[in-house]
């Protein structure tokens, strides 16, 4: 029922905006090659290409963003929408580059947001991720939430932020997990400082404000402002601390003749 | 059903804008949220239609509980960018904390309009039906402990070999333990720490000659940072009394305050550092043998992803107060080497970066030229090297040093230290 409701109330092709562009970024829409300028916006169908350090952002009509990085070539395959936003079929082909998509959770079985590849799928139910391919194959990385890649009759499930999946010679294949250090180097790639900065400030992250960097700012301000390395080497010999060193240690004997 | 429409066209993003937002990152890194404020209101008043920097800022004024300006950002973004879902939770969640639950509710039924399973904002919404408050203000007061277990090797422990009571062993396993204590007063834009530290090393296996010369270092003192327009100036005062063999022999006090400004230039965070330590030894014969240094330093630190870099420039000018000449310290028998009057050049090389997950390494080297008033020129060479893997409220951590002093032959030494322990944390 709510699918034949979801169904019924589709439409076409609405369209996407590019909400942020840096440097040099064009969209290709049959024949025709424009740049892309912020706040343009994308029909079903549209070809964005990013060239050397641009980078562009756009926002779906379900609230979705994808951020696609340098030298990233992405089209919008399928951008059918309905009421509500969340149920909407979306889809986007990655020809080459790198990508990250932050997808609004969907509404009704007959809703999906893919992202393809030349030889996977991933299909995705309220989540972040990174997606990229190149002359190797493709890699899909998550950030949060849950992710399917899908290889002909083969898949395998992504759960737990840094999880990823590669589909190179030998197949697809589950490829371990990224650390949050390389996650926040695939986010600087991709976003560039933007993503970054959004990342570290959004409350409902862990790491965020109240997490990672006030912990750090009250584990590392205890030394006084002229000491460089917080180590038990910067204990200096009682030599040393009547002559007031502060961190580099000195020993010095008596001459013997 | 929110028409997600153009509603302004703005020109292209501003390319000084990517460096602000670099700068902004950095200064978040350190915690520094009035910083990353200005650098983000810097931005938009040069690209006003840069929808991540209004959100961003957003989020950083309602973290400062200055709802106000973070809800008429979250509300020009959703102007520019009317599909930004994550600012429509967020404006609804503001609102909410700013004790506007009528708004909050409106907005939050545009927001389940559009993703009815939305589960942020039915959480929210069931909030606001109970007429949950939201949290209160977080204390801006902050304790914190940490304590530090090491245990290591030092080659060259002794202070003066062969004189009389500090005739000590010329290498000793060392146990070594750094407590500390701090409470910090923050609301955001002015950071007050005080602090409590106790720092002591014991030899291992009970060594006498040892524990003669191994410091336990007690100290007390306070930080206070505040923001000058671009600047972040601050104060540092250190009061600290120094023992040996625990805390049976009483060695010295000292009192070191300084203060010190900085500013961010790029991936440049300059720092000007002055300040000065007044020494009060004991048990050193003819008494008293007070002394005073004054400090001057330059600190550029660099951070190029992943790697920081930081170079120290600074010299120091110590002076007696009005007791021994340079002459009468030299060839005072009970003192190993001058210790006042003394003009002195330091140079630090440090280099961190974290290559995998919470592992860090960091490479120090520093070099020190001193000149006595008397004559006697010592120079001081010394390497770092260290590791660091952080784990949620703990850290271990090991450290090697290699210490080289050129002086006159007799003076010279070299030294090496290695050590290892486990940091921990509790808030």
Redesign the interface.
């Known amino acids: 029922m709510l699918s034949l409701l979801f169904i019924a109330n589709l439409t076409l092709a609405a369209p996407a905006t590019a909400i942020s562009v840096i440097g040099n970024v064009e969209v290709e829409t049959g024949t025709a090659k424009t740049a892309l300028l912020p706040f343009a916006t994308l029909a079903e169908g549209a070809q964005i290409v990013t060239h050397e350090d641009s980078r562009t952002s756009l926002r779906l009509q379900s609230g979705s963003l994808v951020r696609l990085g340098p030298q990233t070539r992405v089209v919008l395959t399928q951008l059918e929408h309905g009421t509500p936003a969340a149920a909407r079929k979306e889809k986007l082909k990655l020809v080459a580059g790198k990508i990250w998509a932050h997808v609004m959770s969907l509404f009704g079985q007959e809703s999906h947001f893919e992202i393809e590849t030349a030889s996977a799928v991933a299909g995705v139910r309220g989540t972040a991720l990174w997606a990229q391919t190149d002359a190797q194959g493709d890699r899909f990385v998550l950030e949060n939430g849950a992710l399917f890649v899908r290889q002909g009759d083969h898949s395998v499930q992504l759960e737990g932020p840094g999880a990823s999946a590669i589909i190179g010679k030998e197949g697809l294949m589950f490829d371990g997990y990224f650390s949050p250090y390389a996650l926040d180097g695939l986010r600087a790639e991709v976003g560039g400082p933007a993503a970054q900065l959004l990342f570290r400030t959004d409350p409902r992250n862990a790491l965020g404000l109240a997490g990672e960097a006030g912990r750090q700012r009250f584990r590392g301000d205890i030394n006084s402002p002229d000491v460089i390395t917080d180590t038990p080497l910067d204990i200096a010999n009682p030599a040393d601390e009547v002559r007031g060193l502060s961190y580099v240690t000195v020993r010095v004997t008596l001459p013997t003749h | ?2 028409p ?1 429409s ?1 509603l ?6 501003a390319p000084d804008s ?1 460096s602000a ?2 700068q ?2 950095q200064a ?4 520094d ?1 009035s910083t990353a404020s200005r650098l983000l209101e810097r931005t938009l008043a040069d690209d006003p ?5 209004l ?2 800022l957003a ?2 004024k ?2 400062q509980r200055h709802f106000g300006d973070a809800i008429a950002a979250l509300q020009k973004i959703l102007t ?2 009317a ?4 600012a429509r939770y ?1 404006l609804a ?1 503001t609102q909410w904390r700013a004790g506007d639950s009528a708004t909050a509710q409106q907005t939050l039924n545009m927001l389940l ?8 904002a039915l959480t929210l919404r069931e909030d606001l039906a109970v007429g949950r408050l939201p949290p209160p203000a977080p204390s801006p007061w ?1 304790p ?1 402990v ?1 304590a ?1 277990l ?1 245990v ?1 090797y030092d080659s ?8 009389g009571a500090l005739t000590s062993r010329t290498n000793a396993g060392v146990l ?1 333990l ?1 407590l ?1 204590g ?1 409470l ?1 007063y923050n609301t955001g834009d002015a950071p007050l ?1 005080l ?1 409590a ?1 106790l ?1 002591s ?1 014991k030899p291992i296996g009970g060594s006498t000659d040892a524990a003669q ?3 336990t ?1 007690v100290e007390v ?1 306070g ?1 206070y940072s505040q923001h000058l327009g671009a600047w972040l100036a ?1 104060f ?1 005062a ?1 009061y600290q009394e ?1 023992f ?1 063999d625990t805390f049976n022999d009483h ?2 006090r ?1 009192l ?1 305050p ?1 203060v ?1 400004a900085a500013i961010q230039l790029g991936p440049h965070r300059v720092r000007g ?1 002055v ?1 000065a ?1 007044l ?1 009060q ?1 004991y048990d ?1 014969q003819p008494e008293p043998r007070d002394n005073l ?1 004054g ?1 001057a ?1 330059l600190r550029d630190e660099m951070v190029f ?2 790697v920081l870099v ?1 170079i ?1 420039l ?1 010299g ?1 000018l ?1 002076r007696g107060v009005g007791t021994e000449p340079p002459a009468v310290q030299s060839s005072d ?1 009970l003192l ?2 001058p ?2 009057g003394f003009v002195e050049g ?1 140079v ?1 090389l ?1 280099v961190k970066t ?5 592992f860090a390494l ?1 490479a ?1 080297a ?1 070099g ?1 030229f001193r000149h006595f008033d008397g004559g006697l020129k ?1 120079s ?1 060479y ?1 390497g ?1 090297a ?1 590791l660091q893997w952080t784990f949620h409220d703990f850290e271990l ?1 090991a ?1 090697y ?1 290699y ?1 080289r ?1 050129l ?2 032959a ?2 010279s ?1 070299q ?1 090496h ?1 290695v ?1 290892g ?1 486990v940091r921990v ?1 509790y ?1």
């Open positions: 059903m929110i997600c153009l302004v066209i703005i020109l292209a993003a990517q937002l670099e902004a990152n978040l890194m350190q915690d949220q239609g840069n929808a991540d920097a959100l961003a989020r950083l309602s973290n520019l960018d599909c930004n879902d994550d967020e969640l309009e559009r993703h009815p399973q939305n589960i942020p902050h914190m940490r530090d090491s290591g060259n422990i002794a202070l003066d070999p062969g004189t070594g750094d500390a701090t910090t720490t602090i530290r720092v090393e010369v191994l410091p270092v003192g930080m601050g540092d250190r120094l040996t060695r010295q000292e070191a300084s010190w550092l300040g330590e020494r030894p050193l240094t400090k330093f992803r992943p930081l120290d600074g120091r110590n028998p190993a080497t210790l006042y330091d630090d440090y974290r290559f995998w997950q919470d960091f120090l520093a020190q010592e001081t010394q770092q260290g951590h450290e040093a210490s002093n002086s006159d007799a003076r030494y030294r230290q050590f322990g944390w808030q």
